[in-house]
């Protein structure tokens, strides 16, 4: 009965920002890792951030430098600092943990960027 729930999704302006966040509930024990995918219409869902437990952190290229990955362990949340944001980046963004060594994903939240 784990569930992730994403939220912070909307429209915004070239160059504007956005922080996603990642709720997990239910029965956890540890988040071995969580992270963010995204899928644009058409094309196949693509890896943009993860952390670990540990705090370890990875970026696509094409997000590097603009976005940010944190999380807050007491809550089971992870969050997505978007910054200086393109149309390229406009998709559905997913949210993805490692819990109890299960995967387990979200529904999705809309980005779109876009003047």
């Known amino acids: 009965q784990v569930q992730l729930v994403e939220s912070g999704g909307g429209l915004v302006q070239p160059g504007g920002s956005l922080r996603l966040s990642c709720a997990a509930s239910?029965?956890?024990?540890?988040?071995?890792?969580m992270g963010w995918y995204r899928q644009a219409p058409g094309k196949q869902r693509e890896l943009v951030a993860t952390?670990?437990?540990?705090?370890?952190?990875t970026y696509a290229d094409s997000v590097k430098y603009r976005f940010t990955i944190s999380r807050d362990n007491a809550r089971n949340t992870v969050y997505l600092k978007m910054d200086s944001l393109k149309p390229e980046d406009t998709a559905v963004y997913y949210c993805n943990a490692v819990i109890d060594l299960t995967q387990y994903w979200g529904q999705g939240t809309q980005v779109t960027v876009s003047s």
């Open positions: 239910g029965s956890i024990f540890r988040i071995n890792a």
């Open positions: 952390i670990t437990g540990g705090g370890t952190t």
